[in-house]
């Protein structure tokens, strides 16, 4: 029965017009609330999913992909959905991008209308309060950025050996007094493994760790600066380029002596602004083009599930 319903059924079931229904399946705006809601409780009840054949009518394409970015302000996302788009492109492949904002809710529901739209496959930008379980109707078809899943493909950063480049280079050039800000160890990745990295580090090359940790953000870093910079302080390692910017304008503000600040995300701005500091390169790009090719190898049923890790370089 599922699958012999067409638009006219449901729009018959649900007290509205052909059109409508239509609008509720492409998730367009000019439906009211109330009549999108009865109209997907239908859709729910009666397991319905539109035809291919039907999405080709409406002029879509028969093939389609879902992108879930965290923040369409990112510029590390920014890079990487730019390199998935010319391979989704050049197989035939319609990307529709969805923006998270680290909400679980917010996947929930874009998933939920991604089901309904039939779409092939979806690369997700994970983030800390996501689990497998939520995610696991996709298991098959899905490809997680950023972070990993039992069971899910992924590609991932390399957060740890990151940092460990940015404490070697500088205890290369003789620091030993290497402050650190971070991110809150909530944030498994920016937050927990960089910062666990730094201290590893630290114990490696017997100096004492100073951290102070907030939020990803460069008002964070202007001011949690002067938690960890004191008079012998001659490094300071960020967890991101956006926090080492906020870093240098309390330098800057505060009239202190520079120091050798660092980051991670190797960013245009940060370079361009202030060239004596430097970053790591995590792969962004890279990292995206892996993640377009790996969720096509799936799709097409040449690639099995598997975790990638990015390499980090000095930039």
Request: aromatic share 6%; glycine share 8%; net charge neutral.
């Amino acid at each position: 029965m599922q699958n012999r319903l067409t638009i006219k059924d449901i729009a018959r079931l649900s007290g509205v017009g052909k059109s409508t229904v239509s609008r509720v399946l492409n998730n367009e705006g000019s439906v009211s609330p109330q009549t999108r809601e009865r109209v997907e409780a239908v859709i729910r009840q009666q397991g319905f999913t539109p035809s291919k054949s039907a999405r080709a009518m409406r002029g879509q394409s028969d093939k389609v992909v879902g992108i879930i970015v965290s923040r369409l302000d990112s510029p590390s996302e920014n890079q990487a959905v730019r390199t998935m788009l010319p391979l989704l492109y050049q197989q035939g492949y319609d990307p529709i991008v969805m923006e998270s904002q680290f909400e679980t809710r917010l996947v929930e529901e874009h998933l939920h209308v991604l089901q309904q739209r039939n779409v092939d496959g979806v690369i997700l930008f994970g983030f800390t309060g996501l689990t497998a379980a939520m995610l696991s109707p996709w298991q098959e078809k899905m490809v997680v950025l950023a972070r990993e899943y039992d069971g899910f493909s992924s590609v991932c950063y390399d957060d740890d050996g990151a940092v460990r480049l940015l404490m070697e280079r500088l205890q290369q050039q003789g620091h030993r007094h290497i402050s650190y800000l971070g991110v809150q160890l909530a944030d498994a990745t920016t937050g927990l493994r960089r910062h666990q990295a730094y201290l590893d580090a630290c114990r490696q090359q017997r100096i004492t760790p100073s951290v102070a940790l907030g939020e990803l953000s460069y008002q964070s870093g202007f001011q949690l600066a002067a938690e960890v910079i004191g008079p012998q302080t001659t490094a300071l390692v960020c967890a991101s380029d956006t926090i080492a910017l906020g870093a240098i304008k309390y330098l800057q503000q505060q009239h202190i002596a520079p120091l050798q600040v660092c980051g991670i995300g190797n960013t245009p701005l940060l370079n361009f602004l202030f060239p004596e500091t430097f970053s790591v390169e995590l792969g962004y790009g890279s990292a995206g083009l892996q993640a377009a090719q790996q969720l096509l190898g799936q799709l097409s049923g040449e690639q099995g599930i598997r975790q990638i890790i990015v390499p980090s370089k000095l930039a």
